[in-house]
């Protein structure tokens, strides 16, 4: 292999279906800029230097290179390579793992959500209960523990609260 400075001389190459024929100019950094002919479509065509070496480097460039004619059947549209179509599959699945999870947070939120209105309408009915005896016993409703502090006292201390109205 000969070099044009530091990059590979590619003149004369096939890569996959597509033979380097000529040098086009450079690139702003300087890499070759490569002419290119499609075999199946006889079409002319430009490739950045990086794009052939890393083709030249795969073990198949005719999964990586793909002619820019879109009517050609070595275009990418026409001729998807196995490679690109195991990258959509996965995207694909990663893309419906993503929602699957979504849901499954949305069902475990408003799970927890009706568990805790639940438990918020079982305290009220101990809180009711308790309010009840202390009306009956002829405590003003203004100095009726309020169920905001009642919900701050202890689990112990309402449960013997509300065992002894039980008695
Ligand atoms: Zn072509």
Redo the contacts with the bound molecule.
């Keep these: 292999m000969t070099f044009i400075g530091r990059f590979a001389n590619l003149i004369g190459f096939a890569l996959g279906n597509f033979v380097v024929q000529q040098i086009s100019g450079r690139d702003r950094y300087g890499a070759p800029v490569w002419i290119v002919i499609?075999s199946?479509?006889r079409?002319k065509q430009v490739f950045a230097h990086r794009t052939l070496a890393s083709a030249l480097e795969s073990r198949s460039a005719a999964q990586v290179l793909f002619?820019q004619?879109a009517a050609?059947r070595?275009?990418r549209k026409e001729h998807s390579s196995p490679e690109s179509l195991a990258d959509l599959r996965r995207q694909e699945r990663a893309e419906k793992e993503q929602l699957e999870e979504a849901a499954r947070k949305e069902q475990e939120l408003a799970a927890q959500e009706a568990a805790q209105q639940t438990a918020l309408r079982t305290e009220k009915q101990k809180w009711l209960r308790f309010a009840n005896s202390q009306i009956l016993a002829g405590i003003a409703i203004a100095d009726v523990m309020s169920f905001e502090t009642w919900q701050r006292q202890s689990d112990h201390w309402r449960e013997d609260i509300l065992n002894r109205l039980g008695a």
């Design positions: 499609c199946a479509c079409r002619c004619n050609c070595l275009s």
